[in-house]
């Protein structure tokens, strides 16, 4: 079944959803205050840049990695 142009305009119940209360600064939405994350491959690249992001988002960090 294809959806028409008349479709698009049929009201349905529970739309349009309502918006969150969550700030606008992605920052204060990504506050990891009291949790523990553990990265792999902290050593380098990608999983440095991971781990660093999580301590300034206020995490407790454990960087996993072998050498």
Wanted: charged residues 20%.
């Amino acid at each position: 079944m294809s959806m028409g142009f008349e479709d698009c305009g049929v009201v349905r119940d529970g739309f349009p959803r309502p918006i969150p209360d969550t700030s606008p600064h992605v920052l204060e939405q990504f506050r990891m205050t009291g949790k523990v994350v553990v990265v792999t491959g902290a050593a380098d690249g990608i999983g440095y840049a991971v781990s660093e992001a999580m301590a300034e988002a206020n995490a407790n960090v454990a960087l996993w990695y072998n050498s």
